[in-house]
C-alpha cells in the first residue's frame, strides 16, 4: 500500500523558514497530483498548495502566496515546501496528499485525494 511520509517540520521563530519533505514509498502508483494542507488546532484543514504531477502546475493559497513554494522530484517521489517568512498563524499539522485520479473537484479540495501523509508539526513562535 502507497504510503506518504512528511519531514522537516519543527519550532522556528516568526520570519524564519522551514522545509518540508513528502515522500511516496510502497506499492506505486500513478501520481496525477500532490498536495499540501494544514490543520491548526480548533480549525478546519485548510488548502496550503499543490502541484501536477506531470505538468508540474502549481496551486497556492491566498495566505501563502509569495512566501511559500512547492516543488517535486520525480525521480524521488517527493514533493518539497519551502516555507518563508514565516508567521504565528503558519503553526499547524502539515500533511501531504496525493491522488491517482482523474477527476473533476478541484486540486484545493481535500476530497481530491485518496492518499494522506500522518503530519508534521510546524510551530512559529511570536
Known amino acids: 500500500q502507497a504510503q506518504l511520509v512528511e519531514s522537516g517540520g519543527g519550532l522556528v521563530q516568526a520570519g524564519g523558514s522551514l522545509r518540508l519533505s513528502c515522500a511516496a514509498s510502497?506499492?506505486?502508483?500513478?501520481?496525477?497530483?500532490r498536495a499540501w494542507f494544514r490543520q491548526a488546532p480548533g480549525k478546519d484543514r485548510e488548502f496550503v498548495a499543490a502541484?501536477?504531477?506531470?505538468?508540474?502546475?502549481?496551486y497556492y493559497a491566498d495566505s501563502v502566496k509569495g512566501r511559500f513554494a512547492i516543488s517535486k522530484d520525480n525521480a524521488k517521489n517527493t514533493i518539497y515546501l519551502q516555507m518563508n517568512s514565516l508567521k504565528p498563524e503558519d503553526t499547524a499539522v502539515y500533511s501531504c496528499?496525493?491522488?491517482?485520479?482523474?477527476?473533476?473537484?478541484?486540486?484545493?479540495?481535500?476530497?481530491?485525494?485518496?492518499?494522506w501523509g500522518q503530519g508534521t508539526q510546524v510551530t512559529v513562535a511570536s
Open positions: 496528499a496525493a491522488t491517482s485520479r482523474g477527476d473533476r473537484i478541484g486540486y484545493e479540495n481535500g476530497a481530491r485525494y485518496e492518499f
Open positions: 510502497g506499492r506505486t502508483f500513478g501520481t496525477v497530483a
Open positions: 502541484i501536477t504531477w506531470t505538468g508540474g502546475r502549481i
